[in-house]
């Protein structure tokens, strides 16, 4: 299966605290979230938009880096107490 490229990458948070990795397809973007224990509304959308561009319903460069981006990273959201 080929992989669906995007540029510019975007910066996604790893499992591993203050490690960011730069993705630049939807397959490994989706990797990525899949691993996040903390998700919400912020995370599923990320997910849906990847799946989106796997199965050919968006296209990578308008979805994937303009969806769920705050301060330049793919992030989880944010708690207000």
Do not use: Y
Not at 25 to 46: C, F, I, S, V, Y
């Amino acid at each position: 299966m080929a992989l669906h490229w995007f540029n510019p990458p975007v910066p996604v948070k790893t499992e591993r605290p203050g490690i960011i990795r730069n993705v630049n397809n939807a397959e490994a973007a989706g990797e990525e979230l899949m691993k996040w224990t903390k998700r919400g509304p912020w995370w599923d959308l990320a997910v849906r938009v990847c799946m989106a561009v796997i199965f050919d319903e968006m296209e990578g460069p308008q979805g994937i880096p303009g969806c769920c981006k705050r301060g330049g990273d793919i992030t989880p959201p944010m708690r207000t107490t």
